[in-house]
T-cell receptor, first 110, second 116 residues
Framework: DAKTTQPPSMDCAEGRAANLPCNHS???????VYWYRQIHSQGPQYIIH???NNETNEMASLIITEDRKSSTLILPHATLRDTAVYYC???????????FGKGTRLHILP | NAGVMQNPRHLVRRRGQEARLRCSPM?????VYWYRQLPEEGLKFMVY????????ESGMPKERFSAEFPKEGPSILRIQQVVRGDSAAYFC??????????????FGSGTRLTVV
């Protein structure tokens, strides 16, 4: 079973920052937080991951709270192409099995 | 640098036939994972393989489904005697290492299986 809780859907205006929350209150010290997205039945796409520190790459930023019980994925300037289901996943590195939950369906509004 | 290659993209089988889905991991990746996505549902883990070894098959149905990743060639997910309920998108993913790695997966574009 997935160890994360995400809102089922969110809306965001095009050009604005999309902030997607994720709760993982039972996360263990050696578990990473991963974000993937799936655009309209395509294969899931890796976005970003982190352990303790905030992370940023060309796609997004990941903000992890100090107690690590929640995190936020930030898409800084959302476009219509960012419409997708976003999955937050916690995973122990030594356990390579990724379990997907229901994710958040993000709608970007023109 | 080709990504994870899955073929065929679309596969139609009559009930009772066999379906073979192929997955070629990214170059340098030795770990393969299969997932199934039923219509309007989430991704369900099926099996995790390394070359010539099945590491975790906890998500595989007990009957009719099998998977292999031979020393040479692609990984194969085989479904015998397909039924309408097998109609789904089957995704393959690969990663460069297994235990101890923080790397994520790279997914293929999937094979859409339709059983008629």
């Amino acid at each position: 079973d997935a160890k994360t809780t995400q809102p089922p859907s969110m809306d965001c205006a095009e050009g604005r920052a999309a902030n997607l929350p994720c709760n993982h209150s039972t996360i263990s010290g050696n578990e990473y937080v991963y974000w993937y997205r799936q655009i309209h039945s395509q294969g899931p796409q890796y976005i970003i991951h982190g352990l303790k520190n905030n992370e940023t790459n060309e796609m997004a930023s990941l903000i992890i709270t100090e107690d690590r019980k929640s995190s936020t994925l930030i898409l800084p300037h959302a476009t219509l192409r960012d419409t997708a289901v976003y999955y937050c996943i916690v995973r122990v590195a030594r356990d390579d099995k990724i379990i997907f939950g229901k994710g958040t369906r993000l709608h970007i509004l023109p | 640098n080709a990504g994870v290659m899955q073929n065929p993209r679309h596969l139609v089988r009559r009930r009772g036939q066999e379906a073979r889905l192929r997955c070629s991991p990214m170059k340098g990746h030795s770990h393969v994972y299969w997932y199934r996505q039923l219509p309007e549902e989430g991704l369900k883990f099926m099996v995790y393989l390394q070359k010539e070894n099945i590491i975790d098959e906890s998500g595989m149905p007990k009957e009719r489904f099998s998977a292999e990743f031979p020393k040479e060639g692609p990984s194969i997910l085989r479904i015998q005697q397909v039924v309408r309920g097998d109609s789904a998108a089957y995704f393959c993913a690969s990663s460069p290492t297994g235990t101890g790695s923080s790397y994520g997966y790279t997914f293929g574009s999937g094979t859409r299986l339709t059983v008629v």
